[in-house]
């Protein structure tokens, strides 16, 4: 049998729990042991699929994606149900309840609540999250995020990250877990090695934590090491390399070893987490169909891997049914060893039990009752939400005294939403408009479907009346901006997402001649506020007054709009460089 610490951190179970734990463990076929590791997406509520997954497979684990209250009460019920042994019920409830539930409270990304200042704030987000989501039955937090935010490029961690400070960065951490511990809900600190080193994203690449041991040992490792004895029962490993630990554990390390990803290689998993770092609790892979993971060698080889070099339970599959397979087969020819299989398991089912997940299961409480839906989006977690907001917004700088800003100094406003959705309609670009008329400004919404090219220019045959119109509107010329308008405001909400390569600012202009490319920075006031990546003075740094907050939501647009008036102060302390290191911008 493997040796499990059930006693101790972060399970610390008394003898009954560890009966539990060794009771089910026993009665548990080769095959059971297999689906237990499996954590895959939930894609549907039918019973019959439940019943597929929970009896068929018998996986240990699921994780819904957001939807209504009620649907996913229900579904976690229905898994709970057919379950006989109790399911670990997941969500990425990074930044409030809106991670699992539609209905639920955004609070606010982590880097708004980091530039609070306020590590108050990461208990009430942590508070809000794991409460609301415990209400619909969740009972194990992919949060808090732990990375570190070391180079602007990264296009997936900056406003995920509590910043590039590693002591505010556990500071805020350290309050999330003591209320989600309050909450019986496990945490997931994310993503081991760390994040944030690297301008790549680890959804489409393995990408590498290139810092150089002792450089590691000071941040990464001393966050790591700081919440796994403050009682962190799950570590979520990424897709990421980390080279010079590899090195150092094994000096015979090749170089395709060497940048193998943390969630197939034993030397970081076992020699530097569960060794140096003395983690005894779960490790979960990140979602395996990340190319990060899948282009590191065969699937088939992959999988069985994953549980080979530490990991505990695997997160989310290409087929479900193909990976259960693979590792099945691997265990049974011996390329998985049954006792390794049998570490993982146990790990599983003491996390389990110190969830009391075990006792709830007797009682037919490991759901609540629809009567607990009210706590989801109640009156106080969103006006904590409110809160931090309006503590979190920062003035970056405002080198021309341009606010507060009024209709009568500045009445015509040329209003320019840079997005993905480039519709001058959609509900985000209406929100902002609405909210500078309500103020009394004259509003003009830059249509960002228009472009003219340079065939435009060169080729008079293109050029239709059409199109002659919009380039007269488009490229006006200087005199004709500046009678036309008397402040410029760019909202920049580029918000950061999986499979993205680049967060920068591209001009819909041709030449950067017309009224997109911020030309007229010395004609016209200007202004830009970021509602996400909070880098762009990076792209933009002729802008002399310029905002972040951190956040698109409603919230964040009224209280950034009291503080460009001048009826609220700007409170907000940036987590990060906001100029990118460069003594130019």
Known sequence: MAKINMKENPFFLDEEAQEWVLDTWKKMSLEQKCGQVFCPMGLGNDPELLKHLTQDIGVGGLMYRADTTKNIQQTHRMLQEFSDIPLLLAANTEAGGDGLALEGTSFGKPMAVAATNNPENGYRMGLTACKEGAALGLNWSFAPIVDINYDFHNPITNVRTFGSDPEKVLAFALRYLDAADECDVAVAIKHFPGDGVD????????????????????????????????????????????????????????????????????????????????????????????????????????????????????????????????????????KVSEERLDEAVLRIL??????????????????????????????????????????????????????????????????????????????????????????????????????????????????????????HEMYRSVEEMKQDYDLYVYICNMENASNNTTLRLNWNVCFGLGDDAPWFVSEIPTMMISTAYPFHLFDAPMIDTYINSYSGNPEFIQVTMEKIMGRSEFCGVSPVDALCGKDYI
């Open 350 to 471: 003491a996390t389990k039990a110190s969830l009391h997940l075990h006792e709830r299961k007797r009682t037919k409480t490991l759901v609540p009752g629809e009567e607990a839906i009210k706590i989801v989006g109640c009156q106080t977690h969103k006006t904590w939400a409110k809160e931090v907001a309006d503590q979190a917004i920062t003035l970056v700088r405002d080198n021309q005294n341009l606010l507060p800003i009024s209709p009568k100094k500045y009445k015509r406003v040329y209003l320019n939403v840079i997005q993905k959705d480039s519709n001058p309609d959609s509900p985000f670009v209406q929100k902002w408009k609405a909210q500078f008329e309500k103020e009394g400004f004259e509003v003009t919404v830059r249509d960002r479907r228009t472009a003219i090219t340079v065939e435009d220019f060169i080729e008079p045959e293109r050029m239709t009346p059409e199109k002659g119109k919009l380039m």
């Open 199 to 334: 301008e790549r994203d680890q959804h489409i690449l393995t990408s590498v934590n290139s810092f150089s041991t002792e450089k590691w040992d000071e941040t990464f490792g001393y966050v790591y090491s700081n919440l796994i004895q403050k009682g962190a029962k799950t570590v979520m490993v990424g897709h990421i390399a980390q080279p010079a630990y590899v090195k150092a554990i094994n000096p015979n390390a090749t170089r395709k070893e060497m940048l193998c990803p943390a969630s197939l290689s034993p030397e970081l998993l076992t020699g530097l987490l569960r060794g140096k770092l003395g983690f005894n609790g779960l490790i979960s892979t990140d979602a395996t169909p990340m190319v990060g993971f899948t282009a590191a060698m065969k699937r088939c080889e992959a999988i069985p891997q994953a549980i080979a070099a530490g990991c505990d339970m695997i997160l989310f599959n290409k087929s479900l049914e193909e990976d259960y397979g693979y590792l099945l087969t691997a265990v049974k020819e011996g």
